[in-house]
Structures are given as structure tokens and as C-alpha cells.
């Protein structure tokens, strides 16, 4: 299974952007997938996941209301769509799945994701 993240950038604070997890071996259709980000000198921080077998959500507290996830099962990708971006935003975001489904409260836990994508470089600029 490969994972490929997309879809960052740079942009100022308040503007938005969309992330993509696109898979490649599989369906998403199998185990939730997760979205997480890491800061420069901070550790990886869960962001959002989704259970793609009941397109039930999680975030993190800090993004709610301003991220939305979400799957398309047509083009087998996750999106992550982020609004009223804040510099505490910059980071490089990486998507991850596993094999198997979980309980959705256990989705926020990056060791029980199998694979991860490359990351995408997030820059929100003041």
C-alpha cells in the first residue's frame, strides 16, 4: 500500500487549503485514515481521521470547526479541507491507514496506523 499526501502550500493566515491522500494497492473502503502533522521541533500531533466504512469523524480539538475530512470513494482518496488557517498550522501533514477497522476513539493513536504517506509541507504565513 502507498500512500501519496498532496495539496500544501503556503498561505496566509486565514486562507484555506485542501489535502489529499490518494492510495495506491488498495481501497480505503478497508480501515480508517488518518490525517497527522508535525511541527519543526515538536512531535507527530493527530489532526483528524475517518472511519471509511461509516464516514464517522474525529479531530483534534484545535482544528474543529475549521478542518473538515472527508472521503470520496470514486477517485479512492481522503481529503482534508482546512479553513481559518492560524501559523500554528505549519507542518508537514501526513496521511496514514491500517489494515482493518478500530473503534473511532482509538483513531487519534499514530501507532495503530500501518501505512503512511510522504507529507505534505503546510505554511501558513502572518
Known amino acids: 500500500v502507498q500512500l501519496q499526501a498532496s495539496g500544501g502550500g503556503l498561505v496566509q493566515v486565514g486562507g484555506s487549503l485542501r489535502l489529499s491522500c490518494a492510495a495506491s494497492g488498495r481501497t480505503f473502503s478497508s480501515g480508517p485514515v488518518g490525517w497527522f502533522r508535525q511541527a519543526p521541533g515538536k512531535e507527530r500531533e493527530f489532526v483528524a481521521a475517518?472511519?471509511?466504512?461509516?464516514?464517522?469523524?474525529v479531530y483534534e480539538d484545535s482544528v474543529k470547526g475549521r478542518f473538515t475530512i472527508s472521503r470520496d470513494k470514486t477517485k479512492n482518496t481522503v481529503s482534508l479541507e482546512m479553513n481559518s488557517l492560524k501559523p500554528e498550522d505549519t507542518a508537514v501533514y501526513y496521511c496514514a491507514t491500517r489494515d482493518g477497522r478500530i473503534i473511532i476513539s482509538a483513531m487519534n493513536r499514530a501507532g495503530v496506523y500501518h501505512y503512511w504517506g510522504q507529507g505534505t509541507l503546510v505554511t501558513v504565513s502572518s
Open positions: 475517518i472511519d471509511t466504512w461509516t464516514a464517522g469523524t
